[in-house]
């Protein structure tokens, strides 16, 4: 590829991750993933990035300019979009990762984690309508009657109809607790629902006949907070008489969005009429319960947004970097030598090499926590089960916070790199960065993730999770070793981890004293020095398997003296922030704890 045909993800990074760092084909092993092999992986991935590379990218432009028109009470979307969708429809994208019965492949979710950045950094949008569907789809599978799998599942499943995740309420964002929508049980056994959603992506649109919204309400007569929220499933049109019929959802409003353009934002109101039919998805009083596995996936799946966003820019930064010439070396004494390109000055290389560094740590990152989904949903026994489950719960909140605040941190790079036509509108860094804000934002704020790492996940079964990163961590620093890498990595990386769970002791024992608001005070700065270790851990596994493929002497040697470089920029640069962050989380700094609102 010449420098101006921007790949999205380097194949070989892809590669690299699966087969050098990860071992993908042990997956194979276990009975879920029988039937596949490096072939069947391989050859879903090259469909995959042809997709995104030749349909998916080339659209992506045009959507960010003309998003989703409200008219006449209803969205329409941008023209191109059904053609766009279709193929990754029939390529089965939307159960990829499901049973055979529901119609799925079974693929690890490792693999098609990967394929999915292709998408995802082609273009986001595109991709979001069915990431959305397939979270909706896995809902209705694992707590929906056989009767409401048979309505909406398969469907959702099949593409025929999409799928949203309602939760959101105008007084009800991150507090779940304080849903009003309400639901009234009728003799026929449906409930009417009434009530307001908003932020809810892909609302409403012209692409298919037909929209699910799970969505929180309260049954009449349930108790308050958290255990009186119940899950429905709320059609845009119903089923009555074999056709479809409104269903009382009507859009209130558009919410005009810096990025993500080509995926709408709604208002929706629910049975302003009194017919809005919705059906309870599994028992009453456990939505946010149900709700947290399509949360969770969501934010996963957000974290992977990121991860490609912060790739697909870096890639265009770097193609910019070795195309532009600008200025001649320093020392340089004949004015009419000719110009270099950019990326021979050494400030454009420290850009190129934060931001190589954020996005393949992240990618990296990404995929670990994916493999651990893979082996808590289908490993043999129960106890590596559990383990990985436990691994999973606390990589989440780091796995999907690091892309997005780091990820706007290098998409803020690959527009510093492109100087002036950086802040264009006719090139493409501007309107990545727009839509990697939202990602910081999206499922879950970077401060609420802070909360749920420190506050319930890394404390959970009396740290039983942490302890189980550290051997993780020990793991790869025991392979570090023996594929004979820099030394000083794995002791820094070690002392590293050994902080993290001093500090943790000290944060949980001023929660076990009552000091709550003690313990969590800190929490961002907390998930922010959890996630340059995990990050570290990544770069030191990278290391190895590239200490590894220059030992026995694999190409180019080029892209493991790359991985090297990397791994050395974060063990310089990031891994020595943990001190400081760990100081500050113990000193219990009350600067903006004692803020008063009018001192501000």
């Avoid at 969501?298 to 193609?319: D, I």
């Avoid at 489950?389 to 780091?406: G, N, V």
């Avoid at 590239?546 to 920029?569: N, V």
């Amino acid at each position: 590829m010449t420098p101006w045909q921007n790949p999205l993800l380097n194949d070989r990074d892809v590669e690299f991750l699966l087969y050098e760092v990860l071992d993908a084909p042990r997956l194979s092993e276990l009975p879920y993933f029988a039937e596949h092999s490096r072939d069947t992986f391989d050859l879903y991935l090259q469909s995959c990035r042809r997709l995104a590379r030749e349909v998916l990218f080339p659209a992506y432009k045009p959507m960010d300019e003309a998003p989703p028109v409200f008219e006449r009470g209803a969205v329409k979307v941008h023209p191109a979009l059904p053609e766009l969708i279709r193929p990754l429809v029939e390529l089965g994208t939307i159960g990829a990762t499901r049973p055979a019965e529901v119609g799925g492949q079974q693929l690890p979710l490792l693999v098609a984690t990967l394929a999915n950045v292709y998408l995802m950094a082609g273009n986001l949008s595109v991709c979001s309508y069915l990431g959305l569907t397939a979270g909706a789809a896995h809902l209705l599978e694992t707590f929906g009657d056989d009767a409401l799998k048979a309505t909406f599942m398969t469907r959702l499943y099949a593409g025929e109809w999409t799928g949203t995740m309602a939760l959101t309420e105008p007084q009800a964002g991150s507090s779940l607790a304080d849903v009003q929508t309400r639901a009234t049980r009728t003799e026929a056994g449906h409930y009417l629902i009434r009530g307001a959603k908003t932020f809810i992506s892909g609302g409403d649109h012209d692409l298919t006949e037909n929209i699910v919204h799970l969505a929180l309400a309260r049954i009449d007569g349930a108790p308050p907070g958290i255990k009186g929220v119940s899950l429905f499933a709320v059609p845009k049109r119903r089923i009555q008489g074999g056709e479809l019929v409104p269903n009382d959802v009507e859009v209130a409003g558009v919410i005009h969005k810096i990025g993500w353009r080509g995926l709408p934002s709604l208002s929706l109101s629910f049975g302003e009429r009194g017919d809005c039919h919705g059906y309870l998805v599994g028992s009453p009083h456990q939505g946010v319960a149900y709700m947290f596995q399509m949360m969770n996936e969501a934010r996963l799946m957000v974290g992977a947004n990121a991860a490609a966003t912060a790739s697909v820019a870096y890639h265009e930064a770097l193609g910019y970097a070795l195309a532009r010439p600008q200025g001649r070396p320093l020392g340089a004494k004949d004015p009419k030598a000719p110009q270099v390109p950019i990326v021979e000055h050494a400030d454009v290389r420290r850009m190129l090499l934060r931001q190589k560094a954020i996005v393949e740590g992240s990618l990296s990152l990404v995929a670990a926590t994916a493999r651990y989904a893979d082996l808590a949903a289908h490993a043999e026994g129960a106890s590596e089960r559990e383990r990985a489950q436990r691994l999973l719960d606390l990589l989440t909140p780091i796995a999907k916070t690091f892309p997005a605040e780091k990820g706007f941190e290098a998409n803020a790079l690959a527009l510093q790199v492109h100087g002036g036509y950086g802040y264009s509108s006719e090139y493409l860094p501007e309107a990545w960065l727009r839509d990697q804000k939202l990602n910081s934002i999206h499922e879950g704020t970077t401060g609420i993730q802070g909360l749920d790492l420190l506050g319930r996940k890394i404390v959970a079964g009396g740290g039983a999770a942490l302890l189980a990163l550290g051997d993780e961590i020990q793991q790869v620093v025991g392979r570090a070793q023996r594929a004979g890498v820099e030394p000083a990595w794995c002791e820094r990386l070690a002392a590293s981890v050994s902080l993290l769970g001093e500090l943790t002791a000290e944060l949980a024992g001023a929660g076990l004293r009552g000091e709550v608001e003690l313990m969590l005070r800190h929490s961002a700065d907390y998930l922010e020095l959890a996630s340059v270790i995990v990050v570290a851990w990544q770069w030191l596994a990278m290391a190895a398997a590239a200490r590894e493929g220059l030992t026995r002497g694999a190409s180019p040697a080029g892209f493991y003296e790359g991985k090297l470089c990397a791994a050395q920029y974060w063990f310089a640069t990031e891994l020595p922030r943990v001190e400081a962050l760990a100081a500050l989380c113990r000193s219990g700094d009350d600067a903006y704890a004692r803020m008063r609102p009018e001192w501000f």
